[in-house]
């Protein structure tokens, strides 16, 4: 008599799920209502738009059977196949401009930015949160301890806030509630801001407690739930909130450009602060077993990591040179008056990237398992980089101020191609090193049941870098 083959952890196999007819039709509704939602709002074809939402929710309930396994993994799938939704509408509707100059199609793009709105906020994420709500009813279901996202949520969320207070104190800006306008005296503008920074925390570690594991992952987390905030806040329910209709014109978010890149920067350290505070309670009240400790030390695993990643950022940084040279900003870093000599702008990039390489090995280490994951998360590295470093230190140094304007950010779009390249090298590079060891671990043990079933665990990293980078790249090209 044969018998039925069972899904074994150390199998790597999970038994296809059964098809979700219910789940599948209430994902179609939301679609649809919420593209009916998103063409109000967005000054679009109400009919196209709600066909166009239905589609994206039957297509999201059969392609996404068994990888949402709650709401954050829902909504981070919503998010990434929401903003594809809209290139695939943009490409079909300019597909008549093939002959036309590029720079009437971007104008036309930029004309389509409402329903880039329209398609992330009201049919990707309200379907990926009910695909991850029905997902999270199965019994693959992670636990969830309510106090340890609230508490690390918002604490995390608090103390990332922290970082605007120069800005706060001196100019009056507080990026997480742009949009509020006049909100009163100055105390009552930094309660809203510290508020507001608590409620993204707190929902940060509600929906994403199970996915967080390393501090690199959860840094991109933070930022693809940061975008998604801004998205939110500033641009939609802040005007709803003071009686206006949402604004989702190019012009408005251009206005807007500033507090974007202050919730990139929250969501940065909201995500490397939660992952922190997280593996400490964690390792606190929740790992008590200490048969399952790793052979290395911590201090070895770190110089491990350290190590090769100076190494791969060296790569990286020699590879993306002769780019950097092309643009000629190799001559002008540390904002230094007047033109740098080239050999001291060299040296420069190359320090800075060993630098980057160093850190990228510390915060993604265990990330990547192949060349695609690899350079989806070396493309973000490269993306913060940008952000951080040619937008933000640069200016720093020079003037004492950051220049968070669009016109800056597309001044520096050259700079953007180079900085991707090198994430995309040293990423590889350094998943190189790390498939050396592993493939020498193996040899000795094979690894346990638990760690089986943690590394075959889906993970929607695909989608989210698809979100981070076309938003963190898409936006400075048309709002500049």
């Known amino acids: 008599m044969r018998r039925t083959a069972e899904h074994s952890p150390l199998s790597g196999e999970a038994p296809s799920p059964a098809p979700d ?15 009916v ?6 000054g679009g074809s109400p009919g196209a738009f709600a066909a166009a939402g ?29 903003f594809l939704l809209w290139v695939v509408l943009v490409s079909a509707g300019a597909a008549h401009l093939s002959g036309v100059s590029s720079l009437a199609m971007i104008g036309d793009v930029r004309a ?123 641009m939609t329910v802040f005007a709803a909130a003071l009686g206006h209709r949402p604004d989702w014109s190019a012009s408005h978010a251009a206005e807007l450009f500033g507090p974007w890149v202050g919730y990139v920067f929250y969501g940065l350290i909201l995500g ?7 593996a ?46 092309q643009t000629g900003v190799i001559t002008k870093l540390a904002g230094l008056e007047g033109a740098t000599p080239l050999a001291a702008g060299v040296l420069l990039h190359l320090v800075a990237s060993t630098a980057i390489g160093a850190s990228y090995g510390v915060l993604f280490r265990g990330e990547s398992t192949d060349v695609v994951s690899c350079s989806l998360w070396g493309s973000v590295l490269g993306l913060i980089a940008w952000y951080a470093g040619p937008l933000t230190l640069l200016p720093l140094v020079r003037t004492g101020e950051c220049d968070w304007r669009p016109e800056a950010a597309a001044a520096l779009l050259p700079l953007l191609v180079s900085h991707l390249l090198f994430g995309i090298v040293t990423a590889n590079v350094f998943s190189a090193f790390e498939r050396s060891r592993l493939e020498r671990v193996r040899r000795i043990r094979e690894p346990s049941p638990e760690q089986t079933v943690q590394a075959t665990r889906t993970r929607p990293t695909a989608p989210l870098c698809l979100f981070v980078l076309g938003m963190g790249v898409l936006l400075p090209i048309l709002l500049g």
């Open 21 to 35: 007819w219910a789940g599948a039709l209430v994902a179609a509704l939301v679609g649809a209502a919420g593209g």
């Open 37 to 42: 939602l998103g063409a109000t709002l967005a």
């Open 280 to 325: 400490v309670w964690t390792r606190l009240f929740v790992d008590s077993d200490p048969l399952n400790r790793k052979r290395e030390g911590p201090g070895l695993h770190a110089l491990q990591s350290l190590g090769w990643g100076c190494a791969a950022g060296l790569a990286g940084g020699l590879v993306a040179l002769p780019l950097m040279i």
């Open 272 to 278: 490397v602060v939660y992952s922190g505070v997280n």
């Open 112 to 234: 389509h930015v409402p329903q880039l709105f329209a398609c992330v906020l009201c049919v990707g994420a309200p379907v990926g949160i009910t695909l991850g709500i029905r997902g999270g009813m199965g019994p693959r279901a992670a636990p969830f301890h309510a106090g340890r996202a609230l508490v690390a949520g918002g604490a995390s969320g608090f103390a990332a806030a922290l970082i605007f207070s120069r800005w706060m104190y001196e100019g009056d800006f507080y990026p997480l509630i742009a949009g509020l306008g006049n909100s009163g005296s100055h105390a009552t503008s930094v309660l809203l801001h510290f508020a507001m920074a608590c409620l993204i925390g707190c929902t940060f570690g509600v929906l994403f407690q199970s996915d967080v594991r390393n501090l690199g992952s959860s840094m991109g987390w933070g930022v693809a739930y940061a975008v998604f905030w801004w998205l939110l806040g500033p």
């Open 54 to 82: 239905g589609l994206f929710g039957l297509s999201g309930a059969a392609g996404l059977r068994g990888r949402t396994e709650n709401a954050g993994a829902g909504l981070v799938w919503g998010l990434g196949g929401g």
